[in-house]
């Protein structure tokens, strides 16, 4: 028999499995902390998979490597396992997670807000996606008129305010660099 153990209500998306790495089982882990030293102390993690319940994996071992963390962990044991966990979301419970000062979000905090023009008050659109390269963190937008999604750079130069409670994020410049009837 098999028993499934339902995870906490409280979690939080670390990062996605973007690769295996090497002939043992190991995954090469896109962590969404750009600084990401604390997942080496991680002893486990929730891996949700598409159309599989989500399952609690114990880490044998994790080192960072440039810009993605290298993982490997009791449940692969081989390539061809690393190979079907390519896009697993893996998450931790909240409390495990270090502090976040004033101005730090977690990105699924953003997904989904509301994004406002603090130039014009208007609605731009939602938030759809974070995402993070090597050049720095975007927001994918959804306009308000349902037109192709817009990237913007989440940098403090057009990031006016972010209201948790609200669920709105305020933006500005951005007036200027797309005409009204893109947005």
């Not at 807000?113 to 208007?122: A, E, Q």
């Not at 409670?165 to 200027?176: A, E, H, I, T, Y």
Request: glycine fraction near 6%; aromatic fraction near 10%; proline fraction near 5%.
């Amino acid at each position: 028999m098999i028993f499934f153990m339902m995870p906490p209500e409280t979690l939080r998306t670390i990062g996605i499995i973007v690769a295996a790495q090497g002939l043992r089982g190991e995954v090469r882990v896109k962590p969404f902390d750009t600084q990401a030293s604390w997942l080496n102390e991680l002893d486990s993690v929730w891996a949700f998979r598409p159309d599989q319940p989500p399952q609690l994996c114990e880490i044998e071992f994790a080192r960072k490597q440039k810009n993605v963390v290298v993982m490997k962990f009791n449940t692969l044991h081989s390539r061809t396992d690393a190979e079907t966990w390519r896009g697993t979301e893996l998450k931790v419970e909240e409390d495990w997670l270090p502090e976040l000062t004033e101005d730090e979000f977690y990105f699924d905090e953003l997904e989904g807000m509301t994004v406002i023009s603090d130039d014009s008050d208007r609605e731009l659109g939602t938030v759809k996606l974070m995402l993070d390269s090597n050049v720095g963190q975007y927001m994918e937008v959804t306009p308000v008129n349902g037109r192709e999604t817009i990237l913007i750079p989440f940098q403090e130069a057009f990031i006016v305010e972010v209201d948790l409670d609200k669920n709105r994020l305020f933006v500005s410049g951005l007036d200027s660099m797309f005409p009204g009837d893109l947005i």
